[in-house]
Nanobody, 127 residues
Framework: QVQVVESGGGLVQAGGSLRLSCTAS????????MGWFRQAPGKEREGVSC????????YYVDSVKGRFTISKDNAKYTLYLEMSSLKPEDTARYYC????????????????????WGQGTQVTVSS
């Protein structure tokens, strides 16, 4: 059985930082690409960032580029999203996702290529 679990969300002031974590078990962790999506109330779920299975390529949606950093620790079976300079518009529920090794993307079509989802962790940025 595959389990994907996020943690690290919370309430922060604008300009603050958070580090999200995602552990994945029951799969070949080193053989999959992984990413983060987010969804705010009343809005579509969007891709935020993705990292390829070997960690050599990363992708970010334009709105977070330069502020967020994705990384993958194969030894700890953990995916991270380091978020800094947070803005109120970053407020959303953030979801960890497992995709195929060649399916790393932040385009809208990436939603259809997710193999496993985590339950999500809430990030709220106050003004």
């Amino acid at each position: 059985q595959v389990q994907v679990v996020e943690s690290g969300g919370g309430l922060v002031q604008a300009g603050g930082s958070l580090r999200l974590s995602c552990t994945a078990s029951g799969l070949n962790f080193v053989g999959v690409s992984m990413g983060w999506f987010r969804q705010a109330p009343g809005k579509e779920r969007e891709g935020v960032s993705c990292i390829t299975f070997n960690g050599r390529s990363t992708y970010y949606v334009d709105s977070v580029k330069g502020r967020f950093t994705i990384s993958k620790d194969n030894a700890k079976y953990t995916l991270y999203l380091e978020m800094s300079s947070l803005k109120p518009e970053d407020t959303a529920r953030y979801y960890c996702a497992v995709v195929g090794y060649a399916d790393c993307s932040v385009s809208p079509s990436s939603l259809g290529r997710v193999n496993y989802w985590g339950q999500g962790t809430q990030v709220t940025v106050s003004s």
